[in-house]
């Protein structure tokens, strides 16, 4: 779990940092895997594939865009 430091008591500014801490780190995508508990290796492999695919399409807007 990553660490944030309140500065001058802005409290809602250290929970964004955290947050974005937190989601470039992975905890989120570790913590989501932990709640779903076990999944068949097919199932793994399929919500992989789409998360793949999603995040191809996703580079593709975003290169369209620039």
């Known amino acids: 779990m990553s660490r944030t430091v309140v500065k001058n008591g802005n409290v809602d500014r250290a929970l964004r940092d955290m947050k974005q801490k937190n989601m470039r780190d992975g905890d989120y995508k570790k913590l989501r895997s932990r709640q779903m508990g076990y ?3 097919g199932e793994e492999r399929r919500v992989a ?11 593709e807007r975003l290169s369209r865009a620039a």
């Open 49 to 59: 594939k789409k998360e793949g695919t999603k995040n191809t399409r996703k580079r």
């Open 39 to 41: 999944m068949k290796p």
